[in-house]
């Protein structure tokens, strides 16, 4: 259902129950699995997803939040691209870190080991199941699949800054939105210099912890969206309408 809609409330507690139950799971596996990569990306796609539906449930229960306009199908379409691109780009980054792939490239960008393209190993890579039993502490993949990851992680990060950005414009130019474009914009400015900030000062601890906030905070604005924004036909058929 779209998060926008009136019978959509059930269905996203339901999900959110679901989501933290299976959540737990994953925090029990991370350990006993010896920190295996997929688990500890899903660990971290689960707790953005949590914060994400809770967004929508928040939204939805505060009378008054959504915002009624005739160009909402467009923008709705705009921001599910933009969604699927961030999550993508969230679950690269989680596969960057879990495989200790930040430092791959050296401090170096947009360069990578001094070049522009380096030797990459995309096949051992992107191997999400490896089998029990596997110490994955310090990482197991060679350089070149390391490589591979952080170039693939550098690559959508791009594709995300210019499709939001676009949106981003775009809402500029809505007056009851422009103060969401301008929150979007200035988010992924900050957001892609503490990803290079992150390379060229070797991933300090700090700038690690708030480019993972960026990230929560890109997602809190394009879930905002998507739950506030609902067409003319949405108000006319909601319960308050026909009732």
């Given amino acids: 259902c779209d998060w926008s809609s009136d019978v959509c409330s059930s269905d996203l507690g339901s999900l959110t129950l679901a989501t933290i ?7 029990q596996w991370t350990v006993t699995w010896l920190v295996m990569p997929i688990v500890v990306m899903g660990h971290l796609l689960g707790g953005l997803a949590t914060f994400a539906l809770l967004t ?33 780009q969230i679950a690269l980054g989680g596969w960057t870190s879990s495989n200790y792939a930040a430092w791959a490239c050296g401090a170096q960008f947009p360069k990578c080991l001094d070049q522009w393209w380096p030797q990459t190993d995309f096949r051992q890579a992107f191997v999400l199941w490896r089998g029990f039993g596997v110490d994955y502490s310090g990482g197991v993949l060679g ?27 775009r809402l500029l130019r809505t007056p009851s939105l422009r103060s969401w474009g301008a929150l979007l914009l200035v988010l992924l400015v900050v957001q892609i210099g503490l990803g290079i900030a992150n390379v060229m000062f070797a991933l300090p601890l700090a700038i690690a912890v708030a480019h993972n906030g960026g990230a929560a905070l890109l997602l809190f604005t394009v879930v905002s969206l998507l739950a506030r924004l609902r067409t003319p036909d949405d108000v006319a058929a909601s319960p308050e309408a026909t009732g």
Avoid at 21 to 27: E, I, N, R, S, T
């Fill in 56 to 88: 929508a449930m928040a939204w939805r229960a505060t009378p008054g939040a959504r915002v009624t306009l005739a160009t909402t199908p467009r923008l709705r379409r705009l921001l599910w691209v933009g969604f699927g691109l961030l999550v993508l």
């Fill in 21 to 27: 139950v299976f959540q737990a799971l994953l925090g």
């Fill in 143 to 169: 350089n070149a699949a390391r490589v591979a990851i952080q170039e693939s992680h550098r690559i959508v990060a791009f594709l995300v800054f210019g499709h939001l950005c676009a949106v981003g414009v």
